[in-house]
């Protein structure tokens, strides 16, 4: 279920998700080998986001992730959360390849400045 009106978004599980598009880094280890790649956010919510990437981990795949918050003018750096958080869902394009992914997260942290 989604909800528009406000901004939000709601999934199956009730948590509310707001639209948000950042900058997120994330790493994984696939076959004994860590990889790394970067998306933007789709939209988020305290327990998951749904992030866009040219290359998505796999299902089941525990990443870690560090999400870059919007900053105030004056704030030289962003504020940083970055959180262990494992693969739920990767979406695929009409071609086939992977377009996204959905997590949840196990824990999160806030890293200020």
């Not at 999934?11 to 076959?31: K, N």
């Not at 860590?34 to 933007?40: C, F, M, P, Q, V």
């Not at 299902?59 to 999400?67: C, K």
């Amino acid at each position: 279920m989604r909800d528009y009106s406000s901004g939000t978004r709601s999934d199956a599980r009730h948590a509310v998700r707001y639209t948000l598009e950042i900058e997120v880094l994330f790493t994984w280890t696939e076959c004994g080998v860590e990889r790394k790649s970067r998306g933007r956010t789709r939209d988020m919510s305290p327990k998951g986001a749904f992030v866009i990437a040219p290359v998505c981990p796999p299902h089941g795949s525990t990443l870690t992730m560090s999400f870059f918050m919007p900053t105030m003018q004056s704030e030289s750096q962003p504020a940083q959360v970055q959180a262990e958080s494992r693969v739920l869902r990767v979406d695929r394009s009409d071609t086939g390849k992977p377009a996204g992914f959905s997590v949840t997260h196990v824990r999160t942290m806030l890293c200020a400045k």
